[in-house]
């Protein structure tokens, strides 16, 4: 027994006119010396001439371009070949050689989660504004966050903010904040604290920033007495390496939602941001925040890490730390259970399992809840996205592999109270790719990273074959009646 599920027929499709300005730095030191030196060997006329050309092709693709090709000036103006600075033109033409187009969501733009949105002003009754993230993938296998806005109404319809062409990264702030317990505490799990790390730590307040912590270790450096050991360096590597994983990024206030992008910045996640679960968590007091569990990629290894924001301007991104992280998948509860953050995750990439911690950033404790059991889910089953809290109980969408690697959606239901306790479980995919929906990047794929309920309805965004989104209603209380009565 499977209920009905409806396709709106809506669509979020890759536009591949949506690009950034990236830096571009070829080959080696050396090329990138050449290159100004070619630009500053031009007449102040063929400068003017040659900026203007620029500005002409590329300018009204962007916002903010000049104030780009400063920036990214002054990255490569080191290698200079003189100490005197060029004038503002001659920077902006150096600025526009070390400058490339990035289409972020040429390959796809899929794998979309869906929360409620922190400003529901203004709005009919009965009506919900919504924030969409969805991965966007280009050039490369890039991934990065983007977001779309829109309204349910009181009867279900949809729809959903236009986008334009612009897109805008945020800043990334350089002086964020760190809270000595938890830099600690992850240096221990690591094996890198020491007595030069409690050294360079002691000093600090209990809330330190990166300047504070980099003038630490400058004074570290200076009071030793001899060169440093091997230890030593490895110590003073990991303390750099951390604080580069943990971040900050603010976006201009005036830049509408859906031309923010969260684009990789610290070098876990060079190679892509990937499947964000986002989740609005009321806390204790009432007060909400916006979690969003995501796995960091390198090229070579996968890092979980967990972004948070209150507004979708400012974004904090944390390493998530604990023997209990592992592997992609985790997707955390929108409130704590018995006073503590709870998570279901992925542990060994076949099986879910569920966590629980005293500490939203790091997970020592986990459990076993489900394994394969159908068909359609042998090869593997995960989570698609954070449970919702309902009536009946913690209600949790799970992707499941079956034969030629055809990805399903299916549903299970956890007891409210106790929800490492299974108390419901379809036997049957609750949403299987039709013959619309399995072509594409990755064929024979529906899969979502978070859904919510609206009126009656649980409203589940989903994406085709890792290429394009939609979203599908289903009618919460007929789910609810399947699961209950399929039971575990």
């Not at 060079?270 to 916006?290: L, P």
């Not at 009126?455 to 919460?476: F, Q, T």
Request: charged share 25%; net charge negative.
């Amino acid at each position: 027994m499977t209920p009905t599920v409806e396709r709106t027929g809506i669509k979020f499709l890759p536009d591949s006119t949506r690009v950034l300005l990236r830096p571009f730095l070829p080959g080696n030191d050396q090329r990138v010396t050449k290159v100004i030196g070619r630009v500053l060997s031009l007449s102040s006329q063929e400068v003017t001439e040659r900026l203007h050309a620029v500005m002409e092709e590329f300018g009204g693709r962007h916002t903010g371009t000049e104030n780009l090709f400063e920036t990214h000036y002054k990255k490569v103006a080191p290698l200079g070949l003189t100490d005197r600075a060029p004038d503002r033109e001659r920077r902006l033409l150096i600025g526009s050689y070390f400058t490339s187009e990035y289409a972020l969501e040429c390959a796809a733009l899929f794998n979309p989660s869906i929360v409620p949105h922190p400003d529901q002003r203004n709005l009919p009754p009965g009506a919900l504004r919504f924030v969409m993230s969805l991965r966007a993938t280009g050039e490369g296998h890039i991934s990065s966050i983007e977001f779309r806005e829109g309204v349910f109404g009181a009867d279900n319809a949809i729809s959903v903010e236009p986008t334009n062409r612009f897109v805008n990264a945020p800043e990334v702030l350089s002086d964020p904040n760190f809270e000595k317990p938890l830099f600690r505490r992850k240096l221990d799990e690591m094996g890198f604290r020491n007595g030069v790390t409690d050294e360079i730590l002691d000093p600090l307040p209990d809330d330190f920033t990166l300047q504070q912590l980099g003038k630490s270790i400058a004074t570290r450096r200076r009071r030793a007495s001899q060169r440093p050991t091997h230890e030593e360096t490895r110590a003073l590597e990991c303390i750099h390496w951390l604080a580069r994983s943990n971040y900050e990024v603010a976006f201009n206030p005036k830049v509408p939602l859906s031309e923010r992008i969260i684009f990789p910045v610290s070098d876990n996640e060079s190679n892509g941001i990937e499947d964000a679960r986002f989740v609005q968590f009321t806390d204790d007091d009432g007060e909400k925040t916006y979690y969003a569990t995501y796995t960091a990629y390198n090229g070579k290894v996968i890092l979980p890490q967990i972004l948070e924001t209150k507004d979708f301007l400012n974004f904090k991104v944390n390493t998530l730390n604990g023997r209990a992280v592992q592997n992609k998948g985790m997707a955390l509860f929108p409130r704590k259970i018995d006073g503590r953050y709870a998570m279901i995750s992925r542990q060994d990439g076949e099986n879910l399992f569920i966590m629980s911690s005293d500490n939203v950033h790091f997970w020592e404790d986990m459990q076993p809840l489900l394994r394969p059991t159908y068909p359609w889910e042998f090869m593997q089953l995960g989570n698609c996205g954070s449970p919702i809290e309902t009536e009946a109980g913690w209600l949790l969408l799970t992707h499941g592999v079956g034969a030629m690697r055809k990805y399903c959606i299916g549903a299970i239901l956890l007891d409210r109270d106790d929800p490492g306790k299974v108390i419901g479980r379809l036997a049957e995919p609750l949403l299987s790719p039709n013959q619309n929906e399995r072509e594409g990047y990755v064929p024979n794929v529906v899969y979502t990273c978070g859904a919510l309920v609206h009126a009656g309805k649980l409203v589940m965004p989903y994406a085709m074959s890792d290429s394009a989104s939609s979203i599908a209603i289903v009618a919460l209380d007929e789910l609810l009646d399947c699961l209950l009565k399929s039971g575990t």
